[in-house]
């Protein structure tokens, strides 16, 4: 089975600083994807920024980019110019890929805090 | 993109008795993951709701204490019956976009709380 592993379950960043949160995962799968999740107390998941098992290059939306290192299944996300607005429980996520959907294998989670 | 409406947004119900969320999708989905969020905890899936057919429920889960209904393809409901404080907990629906299948996308979540 498949799982995923966060080792920081808290961390905290000055605004406008950078902060990387890691993840780690377990798969004998050679394609899958990779997601970080966001959900601020209004519970919603938001979807933070996607990547997939094939692709060698790194993922990168805005202030948000990831360190894929498939040979060492680790998935850590790093964010830039952290923002008072970024404060939250990030999700590592882990979706194989088969014919037909599957469901998301989740992290524990990291609560980031955001200091002004 | 697929937008998921999730009812109702919370509630506070007595034990012993049950609870049914729902969830509509703005688009039809073949597959409806339902899961479970414990109080500080990660997200755990309870059962995966196919039309058409029986739910397929996780390790830990069973099927008289999370009664599924998939009666179409764009909606389904959860049920968690026979309520104990240890069910107090965040309930979220999923589904992934198609055809592609890359991303998921969420409900509101329902906050159930027992008391």
């Known amino acids: 089975a498949q799982t995923v592993t966060q080792s920081q379950p808290e961390m905290s960043v000055q605004e406008a600083e950078t902060v990387t949160l890691s993840c780690t995962y377990d798969?004998?799968?050679?394609?899958?994807?990779l997601f970080w999740y966001k959900q601020p107390p209004s519970r919603q998941m938001i979807l933070v920024i996607r990547?997939?098992?094939?692709?060698?290059q790194n993922a990168t939306e805005n202030r948000f980019s990831v360190n894929f290192q498939k040979a060492a299944k680790s998935f850590s996300l790093k964010i830039s110019d952290s923002q008072l607005g970024d404060a939250a429980m990030y999700f590592c996520?882990?979706?194989?890929?088969?014919?037909?959907?599957?469901?998301?294998?989740f992290g524990k989670g990291t609560r980031l805090s955001v200091i002004a | 993109s697929a937008v998921i409406s999730q009812k109702p947004s919370r509630d506070i119900c007595q034990r012993g008795t049950s609870l049914t969320i729902q969830c509509q999708v703005d688009?039809?989905?073949?597959?409806m993951f339902w899961y479970r969020q414990q109080p500080g905890q990660s997200l755990t899936l309870i059962a995966t709701?196919?039309?058409?057919?029986?739910?397929?429920?996780e390790s830990g889960f069973v099927i008289d204490k999370f009664p599924i209904s998939r009666p179409n393809l764009t909606f389904s409901t959860l049920t968690v019956s026979n309520l104990s404080p240890e069910d107090s907990s965040i309930y979220l629906c999923?589904?992934?976009?198609?055809?592609?299948?890359?991303?998921?996308?969420f409900g509101q979540g329902t906050r159930l709380t027992v008391v």
């Open positions: 999923s589904v992934t976009n198609r055809p592609m299948n890359t991303e998921a996308f």
């Open positions: 798969t004998s799968e050679s394609d899958y994807y």
């Open positions: 990547q997939e098992a094939y692709k060698q």
């Open positions: 996520a882990y979706r194989r890929v088969a014919s037909g959907n599957t469901p998301l294998v």
């Open positions: 688009s039809q989905v073949t597959m």
């Open positions: 709701a196919n039309q058409g057919s029986e739910a397929t429920y």
